[in-house]
């Protein structure tokens, strides 16, 4: 049970959300227990969602923004974020069992995306403390500095959503996915 407020519908959440949650359900056939979470804030909830449809625009692809959520949610311990990338992975981003079994251990069966999300996991494990060589790593394969900023604005949003889901104790609404490593 959720330690946080979950609100049951989008018309139970404070009016500045219901926006914002009627406009999931339109999209994606429901609304996340997540996003009913962060409603309680609609501030919070506008400022992920901007982030999070700003990244969507940027220059990596939905494959590796759903291999870098999943190897970040392995890290953090979020079993929430794990559930939902899982999901997402398999069904939108079309990343089949070896790929993601592959992200959950920090790697990728893809050379360019395993060099992101290698990257992605020590800027989670570091703190964003990475060294010149893990820098120089990410970039020799093919990656940019906008991809590079992308990639560490994108450990940042799933980090966020793992800290809230975590914090929150969220209720997973998606089919559940076991955490393998201790956070």
């Given at each position: 049970m959720s330690r946080i407020n979950t609100f049951a519908t989008a018309d139970a959440a404070p009016a500045a959300a219901q926006p914002a949650l009627h406009a999931a359900q339109r999209q994606m056939g429901m609304v996340p227990n997540l996003y009913k979470v962060i409603a309680n804030s609609p501030?919070?909830?506008?400022?992920?969602?901007?982030?999070?449809?700003?990244?969507s625009k940027g220059t990596l692809d939905a494959k590796t923004r759903e291999r870098i959520a999943l190897a970040v949610a392995e890290v953090n311990g979020c079993g929430y974020c794990l559930s939902a990338h899982t999901y997402i992975g398999k069904h939108l981003a079309k990343l089949d069992d070896a790929e993601i079994t592959a992200n959950r251990s920090g790697a990728s069966n893809d050379i360019k995306a395993d060099a992101a999300v290698r990257f992605a996991v020590s800027v989670v494990r570091q703190r964003g403390h990475v060294?010149?060589?893990?820098?120089?790593?990410?970039?020799?394969?093919?990656?940019?500095?906008?991809?590079?900023?992308?990639?560490?604005?994108?450990?940042?949003?799933?980090?966020?959503?793992?800290?809230?889901?975590?914090?929150?104790g969220t209720e997973i609404d998606f089919p559940v996915v076991t955490l393998r490593k201790a956070a």
């Open positions: 501030a919070a909830l506008e400022g992920y969602l901007g982030l999070n449809a700003a990244l060294s010149d060589s893990e820098l120089a790593a990410v970039k020799a394969a093919g990656y940019g500095d906008a991809e590079v900023v992308e990639i560490v604005l994108h450990v940042a949003l799933n980090t966020l959503t793992n800290y809230v889901n975590e914090v929150a």
